[in-house]
T-cell receptor, first 113, second 114 residues
Framework: DAKTTQPPSMDCAEGRAANLPCNHS???????VYWYRQIHSQGPQYIIH???NNETNEMASLIITEDRKSSTLILPHATLRDTAVYYC??????????????FGKGTHLIIQP | EPEVTQTPSHQVTQMGQEVILRCVPI?????FYWYRQILGQKVEFLVS????????KSEIFDDQFSVERPDGSNFTLKIRSTKLEDSAMYFC????????????FGDGTRLSIL
């Protein structure tokens, strides 16, 4: 799997957009970018994923650069409940999907009131 | 929205005892996983399970560990002869059949070995 690099921590003011970067310069053509978050000691929560097009759902938007070497997760109106560790994971599910995810240290996003 | 459920939320066990952690995956999912997270450390993959057999396992998943899908709804992780270093949060996850669908995680079982 391609390695990802994320800043260890970020702050964002409540109500503002939180933009979390991820570098995955060695990503291969079949690898998807997945974002998860972990609030305190809860289980990782799936946020969004994409291959090359930008994606949006009810939680966030994912912007992937044209060369696919980096991406940005956008939380459009951050709330205090968005304080969590955010993980960017690159994964190709070969052979049908049984492969485990490799979690890094992620970005600790702190939403300031 | 369907979710992965895990029981118990907290398990306290004496060192050397066997423990079984239980998970009910999302009902139409076919891939199942166990992960663990030692306090303050990263989430680590243990094992994946598909079509009633182990698909992939990490170096952590040694002979002390086993998984089973005893019926159509439960997925279990058994740890034989627990050690102090097995103390961790254990997360179950499941995934739909389409290859690139995301894994969905439960809220975990906190295992404390005394």
């Amino acid at each position: 799997d391609a390695k990802t690099t994320q800043p260890p921590s970020m702050d964002c003011a409540e109500g503002r957009a939180a933009n979390l970067p991820c570098n995955h310069s060695t990503i291969s053509g079949n690898e998807y970018v997945y974002w998860y978050r972990q609030i305190h000691s809860q289980g990782p929560q799936y946020i969004i994923h994409g291959l090359k097009n930008n994606e949006t759902n009810e939680m966030a938007s994912l912007i992937i650069t044209e060369d696919r070497k980096s991406s940005t997760l956008i939380l459009p109106h951050a709330t205090l409940r968005d304080t969590a560790v955010y993980y960017c994971i690159v994964r190709e599910y070969s052979g049908g999907g049984a492969d485990g995810l490799t979690f890094g240290k992620g970005t600790h996003l702190i939403i300031q009131p | 929205e369907p979710e992965v459920t895990q029981t118990p939320s907290h398990q306290v066990t004496q060192m050397g005892q066997e423990v079984i952690l239980r998970c009910v995956p999302i009902s139409n999912h076919l891939y199942f996983y166990w992960y663990r997270q030692i306090l303050g450390q990263k989430v680590e993959f243990l094992v994946s399970f598909y079509n009633n057999e182990i698909s992939e396992k990490s170096e952590i998943f040694d002979d002390q560990f086993s998984v089973e899908r005893p019926d159509g709804s439960n997925f279990t992780l058994k740890i034989r002869s627990t050690k102090l270093e097995d103390s961790a949060m254990y997360f179950c996850a499941s995934k739909a059949e389409h290859p690139n669908q995301p894994q969905h995680f439960g809220d975990g079982t906190r295992l404390s070995i005394l």
